[in-house]
């Protein structure tokens, strides 16, 4: 089915953003842009499973703190679910390395007005399984309330409009991110309570700055080093040769996360 023609301008457009994220710098349009796409916003990214660090000879498997039980929480509750048929960001990109077919997936009742041609709705077993193909395919979860969705969608309310993007390392809208004016910026943010730590295993390689899409980690003194811009995705600890970097969460740190999320949108 033929996507709707403002979609195939927003991928015609989509090598644009990082010069459009400059844009925010320049006070004025600062506004406009904040008002028009990001206005009341809050998103964070939930590193994988994978990459927590656990001390699995003394936890029991039920108090493990998995990560993905965050948008798992949300999907159980959503009052309404939609999977979309592809992934803006790698489809405009043409992407080779991760599934083009792995879009995003919306919650609450704003996601009964997405156009048909974009996806389907789909069952709360459904949407759980398509959030398992994406974290097994390498995507990372970015989950929260984004109002740029609800405008290129077409849907409203905005606050009954959840996001949960599953993102790569080479294709993400969010690779904008440190073009854009700290004011926005800020409002895609690391889950409260992730700890990104470099341990002494680490050689300086530089794998790690590679994968970093936000610029956080820099060399120093032969050893990385995670800076304050640190997103907590996670992709680091996944790709460290050493194992020297090491990502770790607490229960109260997912509950916080949860409820400042369910404080922006509404998916009952």
Not at 95 to 111: I, N, V
Not at 228 to 246: F, L, S, Y
């Amino acid at each position: 089915m033929k996507k709707p023609l403002h979609v195939r301008l927003l991928e015609t457009f989509f090598p644009l953003r990082f010069f459009l994220a400059r844009l925010t710098r320049f006070a004025p349009l600062r506004k406009i842009i904040n008002r028009l796409y990001f206005e009341h916003d809050h998103m964070v990214y939930v590193p994988r499973d994978t990459v927590i660090a656990v001390n699995r000879d003394v936890a029991p498997p039920e108090s493990l703190v998995v990560p993905s039980r965050l948008v798992e929480h949300f999907v159980e509750e959503a009052s309404h679910r939609w999977i979309m048929n592809f992934c803006i960001c790698r489809d405009a990109n043409q992407c080779r390395d991760y599934p083009q077919e792995l879009g995003c997936l919306f919650l609450g009742e704003a996601s009964r007005h997405i156009d048909p041609r974009l996806g389907r709705p789909a069952s709360r077993e459904e949407a759980l399984e398509h959030l398992r193909k994406c974290r097994e395919a390498g995507l990372v979860h970015l989950i929260g309330r984004n109002k740029l969705d609800a405008a290129w969608l077409k849907v409203e309310p905005e606050d009954r409009l959840m996001t949960i993007c599953n993102c790569c390392p080479c294709c993400c809208l969010w690779l904008m991110l440190p073009h854009l004016d700290e004011e926005i910026s800020a409002k895609v943010a690391k889950m409260p309570g992730v700890e990104v730590t470099v341990g002494p295993e680490c050689t300086g390689c530089g794998t790690c700055v590679k994968v970093c899409f936000v610029g956080a980690i820099t060399l120093e003194d032969g050893r990385a080093v995670i800076g304050a811009d640190c997103r907590g995705c996670g992709r680091c600890a996944e790709v460290c040769p050493q194992g020297a970097i090491e990502v770790s969460i607490s229960q109260e740190a997912l509950d916080r996360a949860r409820d400042r999320i369910a404080a922006r949108v509404d998916v009952s």
